[in-house]
């Protein structure tokens, strides 16, 4: 019965639904009347990508050619905290936001200050490991080699690559365009205007060469090309709406392709649950010198952290001005395991925070961790 909810709301909302074939690859989506007749002939079967996204799969196999002189285009315009995605063909059919993970980078509020963030506490811990009265390797210099990109920086570029690989099972795409931020380092010595997306571009575009055929544009034509389509824009970095980050990518695709846009397509936000990372122990021991284990997504319980779940559970409803107690659900993550303790897993929202706390029993998992939160904006 829920799931038959979910589908039917997926196919009310979505103007055009993706498309798989028998063997994984993906085909032009269909309009939702087509995807729910091809279900109830047996010939189809729903699913759900780990972004959210509602899409069919044929069970039926295809003589004709796959996406015969069809295809669709990708655009992307990356920032240091915020990227902004568009996907469309003849209209545009998708946008998206990522936040990108922050908390990997030390957190300086002076330039004085190294002891925050994982990148500090990480310095400190090996700083501490050299002066003790034990065995040990003695420090020597290395150089990190061609290529290199730093931890904080290397998470966004996964990241980015992560939602563009995602997205490619569920759309036949061939072209990216992507906006490419550069600065005129030989000239300026003063870097007043440098930004750290320049820092793994080069990766992230030879991945992009991989998967099709790459388009970089400027950032005065994309405000051209915004414009000229008429679409707003939001100053507010963090502002999880359209007109933040998303509208230059539908600009892009206006601006090179001739694509529509769409003000009623579908907005999705994306972000990396920021997990404590597994460790042997916490970094200071308790009284006696007891060091319990820290971090980690899983202590041997049916749940991981990440585990996409439903909640069904009695809350307050304000209705008319009045709060009622009604038995109400909620979708979410499993953000905390049962413990010693306390034996109840914590479940968060898409931006991380706990929604509730409650027993096993009340808690039934819909889908396997997949290192995503999303967020579905209806307009």
Sequence with gaps: MEQAVKIASALHFAD????????????????????????????????WSKFGIFYIQLLIEIKSPYNHNQSFILANDPGSNFDGFALGC???????????PTKISDKRKDKEDFSTGKMGSRANLRRGRRYRNCRRRPWRPRSHGKGYITP??????????AITKELCKLFPITHFIVEDVKFDHYNKRNGRYFSTVEIGKTAYYSELKKLGYLILVQGYQTNLW??????????????????????????????????????????????????????MHFQNPKKGGERPQ?????????????DYVSLVD???????????????????WIGGLPTSKTPKVSVIDDKGKRIKQVILKKVRLLARSTNILWRKVIP
Excluded: W
């Design 152 to 161: 904080s920086q290397l998470a966004k570029v996964q990241f980015r690559l």
């Design 294 to 306: 820290h971090g980690g997504t899983t202590n041997g319980t049916f749940f991981r952290k990440g």
């Design 16 to 47: 055009r639904v993706p498309v798989v074939s028998l063997d994984g690859k993906p085909l032009m989506p269909c309009k939702p009347a087509k995807a729910r007749k091809l279900m109830e002939q047996n010939k189809a079967i729903p699913r």
């Design 90 to 100: 003849k209209y545009v059919q998708l946008r998206a936001m990522a936040v990108l």
């Design 314 to 332: 009695y809350d307050y409803v304000r209705n008319n001005g009045t709060y009622n107690v009604e038995l109400v659900v909620h979708y979410g």
């Design 226 to 279: 915004r414009q000229e389509a008429g679409l707003k824009k939001v100053f507010q970095k963090n502002a999880e709406v359209p007109e933040s980050h998303a509208n230059d990518a539908v600009a892009m695709l206006h601006g090179l392709a001739g694509i529509i846009p769409n003000p009623k397509t579908l907005f999705y936000v994306y972000r990396r649950p920021e997990f404590y990372r597994r460790s």
